[in-house]
């Protein structure tokens, strides 16, 4: 498999990694339009992003945070990272037990509206009847009364008990334990679907009203229903990231099987309508393309497509980095990889769903495990563990851990 041109001359590449294996192309630089909607406070953190991410100091408190809410995908991709490779007790399995509890009872609730076309490889999944964002503070409260909870901050969910998911209520306590110590930004997802949790609006609100900068997270967008987008608009998040990967409905279905593109495209159109209709030039809407063996042809006619309504674009071009890599990625990675130059651990933490904290979203990263959020993030953002993870990303290549030196994701510069 070749790796394509970046794109059609007329849309600038505005950013790539240092391996091109993430390349951006956007008519407008995305961080000028943030900046220039955000203000002062936008620059700010991006002037201590930018630092951390040089080397030149290391911020008392990790500048952006991500919250993974629950353990689960409502599809099941033929090139996902994720499928199988996570060996904790919370890969693909728990499939079907909240995530579908919840889209069942709240795809059940609202049957009466306009009918859309299944989405969703697992049972009652619906992109048009799928979860709503709940409102409601009561509702949470009363969830979470309702619920097992861990000592940790993660609770166990009721439909499964070894199941652990991230409380609401303990995403609030960080979001307050950051906004108070310099964090700025905040993400959803972790490395699973953050739609399947009902709770990602009011938390982005939550942090938003805190003082937090920017929110975000990357979603398959079939479950991105027009209540969801317009909660998320009104909630304050900043960026949306949205997986695409197609300009046809064949080829869709062999890269995303279970979903459907024109649901999707739809999902997308109405949250930008929605979005325009509110008046803002936020959330900015990104959407992206996987490379693999099965869609490469279709990457620029997807440009095309989507030319003059999607904010911008990214392109993913992964090389297969280990034996059990999926297939479908070419058997050379797109440049040879550079070492020590990650810069997550210098920036940024993710909180797992049930509470382990790691420094970065990457799967490679999985092995890295910090600490618990129990912990405090600010202990274990001061801790020993992440002062020798940065020391080895920092010194000589063969001190580097194995799977950052196998780690294709997330090698500066990012757009994020
Ligand atoms: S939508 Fe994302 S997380 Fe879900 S199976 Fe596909 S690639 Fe994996
Ligand atoms: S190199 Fe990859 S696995 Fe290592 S810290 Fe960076 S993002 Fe994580």
Redesign the pocket.
Known sequence: MSFPAPGPPDIPQVMTDSRGVSRFLAPEDPLAVLAGVLGRPFLDYRRRWDEAKNFVSVPPFPLHVDYEMLPACNLRCPMCLMAGRDKSADSLDIIGNEAEARAGKKAGEKAGEKTGKKAGGNKGFSAKDGLKTPGGQEEEEKEEKEKGRGGDGSEKDKNNPDLKTLSPAAVKTLLDEGAERGQASMGFGGLWEPLLSPHIASLVAHGRQRGLVEAMFNTNGSLLTADVSRDLISAGLTRIMISLDAATKETYKLMRPGSDLGLVEENVREFLALRDRAGSRLPLVRLSFCLTSLNEREWPAFVERWRGKADFFSLQSYGRFSPDSPALFPRQRPVPVPAGI?A??FKRLLVRHDGRVL??C?L??LP?ELGGMEDGLETVWRGEKLAA?RAR?RGPEKGL?R??RE?Q???EPRED
């Open positions: 990650c997550q651990p420094p970065c990457d490679s990263g890295l993870l990303i851990p799977c950052c780690c994701g997330k090698y």
